[in-house]
């Protein structure tokens, strides 16, 4: 045989999958890391091997990509940073996309074919950051909230990017017409494709929800998958027909079976072949790698690479400072978004497979979304450094550049009235957990002050006229704003493993004699928290597991007494 049958390619793409990703899990890196890496070392070892269904399972994986990234938008992700997310999501998209197609024109790489990578290359991995995010468990923090919103609003954006590059391509290929009347046929062209969705979608939003409740009556998990996954390739396919992407249509299957009542049992349905498609998505995707394009054009490749991290980062970081963010959080969402995505990949794949790329450019936009794909692990854990030592040289070389860019602390209103605190609260972060300490003091009458960099937060605790003070808890000259000399204990309630450590440093140098009450979500971290000074670490699911177990308890009919025996010791072994 002159090559593997397609039994024979998925288990190659599985072994790949597992053993690059337990390689991957052991140097603290992300599986897709590991499977990105796994995929482009067998299509160099077996690639001549390899069948041509590889491709095809790619575009199957594509199609489960779209639908459950439809089944999975949630609005209400947008709505916490929904300013920042929208706007600054969608200028983003537009100035990444224009700066990028000026670049590409320069390279002489043809007017059409700029436009398609530039607006590629303005697309980030939204499963790359997500997960870093969730494994460090910052998805709560500032930060992680804008990266998690922008990312949304990329992945939606990519539905009218297909819709519209297709049209666009064919009004310029087509000769005679004039300027205008090719701009007056595209509006027409979007406008029938806009109709086609909406026409999809309102017949959708009536079936969709009757069908679902009919099978999920037959009371069978089998049926109901089938029923599923036949809803999601009609929809693809009519979307199809009507002369729009296969992708979009399971996107728009996404979304309206994301509005029924069975959505979270569909998921459960769904996720376990969403998880093993999405992996074989990223081998896949390793193993298309074009090396012999990279081996010609290798200077191309890594100059037009770097520029797009590099002008994507400053991009990125002029748009969440100019909304009022802190330098902080500007950085961490920048190295988030400086590297291409894998919808890129899904955008690469439908312009060549509808004659939309040529060879060469498909090459070229497959080659820097893996290189940048493969760097962005390594350029978010570099974040934090990074702002440590632009921090530490402002301070030591320019002490007004370090009170702009890093201090920031907001003397507004402070100026007026200097700070009067004593034996004091000091509550960093103003989350989920800080929001309820504000609280419980409140209604106690016992005095605090919140530190926290999230602008919106820092502006509604004014209207409230609580006491709130804008600025990075970790720095030392916010601490000493907040009076931690005079404090009786600070609250560390920001998940941020190096924020807390620089916060009970910072504290213990102002204040030897204070309380120091930690968050932490993490077991490995409780001991050097404890090594550095904290008096108390409170573990939100350690406490939810307890307050848990002795309802149980309490159901069983045990008393007051017993219960509190048991937690006493569960407590005394955590």
């Not at 005079?486 to 916060?503: F, G, L, N």
């Amino acid at each position: 045989m002159s090559h593997f049958s397609l039994l024979a390619d998925l288990i190659v793409i599985l072994i790949t999958a597992l053993a690059f990703g337990i390689t991957a899990k052991k140097f603290r890196q992300p599986p897709i890391t590991g499977y990105i890496i796994g995929g482009v070392a067998t299509g160099l070892l077996l690639g001549k091997y390899l069948g041509g269904e590889i491709s095809q399972l790619a575009d199957i994986g594509v199609a489960i990509l779209m639908f459950t990234l439809g089944l999975e938008f949630s609005f209400r992700h947008l709505a916490r940073a929904i300013k920042v997310a929208v706007l600054g999501g969608a200028l983003q998209i537009i100035l990444c996309a224009a700066v990028f197609f000026l670049v590409l024109n320069f390279l002489s790489l043809g007017f059409y074919p700029s436009l398609f990578l530039a607006l590629a290359f303005s697309l980030s991995s939204t499963a790359i950051c997500v997960k870093i995010l969730t494994e460090r468990g910052e998805t709560d923090t500032v930060y992680g909230e804008i990266l998690v919103g922008i990312l949304l609003v990329q992945d939606l954006a990519i539905v009218p990017m297909m819709v519209f590059l297709p049209y666009l391509n064919q009004i310029l290929t087509v000769g005679g017409g004039g300027l205008l009347g090719k701009i007056w046929l595209l509006i027409i062209s979007l406008f029938k494709s806009g109709l086609v969705l909406y026409l999809i979608f309102l017949l959708g939003k009536r079936s969709v929800p009757y069908v679902l409740n009919k099978a999920a009556l037959l009371k069978s998990r089998e049926l109901f998958l089938v029923t599923v996954i036949l809803l999601v390739f009609s929809l693809a396919a009519v979307t199809f027909w009507s002369g729009l992407s296969f992708a979009a249509g399971a996107f728009l299957a996404g979304l309206l079976i994301s509005e029924t009542s069975q959505n979270h049992a569909v998921f459960a349905e769904i996720r376990p072949l969403r998880d093993l498609l999405s992996i074989m998505f990223f081998v896949i995707l390793g193993m298309l790698f074009p090396a012999s394009y990279l081996f010609l054009h290798f200077n191309l490749v890594l100059i037009l690479g770097l520029l797009v991290m590099v002008l994507k980062f400053g991009l990125v970081i002029f748009l969440i400072f100019y909304f009022g963010y802190h330098l902080k959080t500007a950085l961490m969402v920048g190295t988030g978004l400086a590297g291409v995505g894998e919808f890129a990949f899904v955008l690469a794949r439908f312009g060549l497979s509808n004659k939309l790329l040529t060879l060469e450019s498909y090459d070229l936009l497959l080659a820097v979304t893996l290189a940048t794909m493969l760097i962005t692990p390594t350029s978010m854990s570099l974040s934090e450094p990074v702002y440590r030592f632009l921090k530490q040289s402002a301070q030591k070389y320019s002490p007004a550049l370090y009170e702009r860019w890093f201090l920031r602390i907001d003397r507004k209103k402070t100026e007026e009235k200097e700070l009067d605190l004593f034996n004091h609260v000091v509550i960093c972060g103003h989350g989920r957990v800080g929001k309820h300490i504000s609280r419980i003091l409140t209604l106690a009458n016992k005095p605090f002050i919140v530190v926290d960099f999230n602008l919106k937060v820092v502006s509604d605790l004014k209207k409230l006229g609580q006491p709130v003070l804008f600025g990075d808890p970790s720095d030392y000259e916010v601490l000493c704003y907040a009076r931690v000399s005079m404090a009786k204990a600070i609250v560390i309630a920001t998940p941020d493993r190096h924020s807390q450590e620089m916060i009970i440093q910072n504290s213990l140098s102002l204040n030897r004699n204070i309380v120091i009450i930690c968050r932490s979500h993490f077991e490995e971290d409780k001991d050097r928290l404890y090594a550095l000074g904290a008096h108390s670490i409170v573990q939100p699911e350690f406490e939810a597991g307890l307050y848990m177990g002795g309802q149980l308890l309490k159901i069983f009919g045990f008393s007051a007494e017993e219960i509190g025996e048991y937690l006493r010791r569960v407590r005394k072994e955590g």
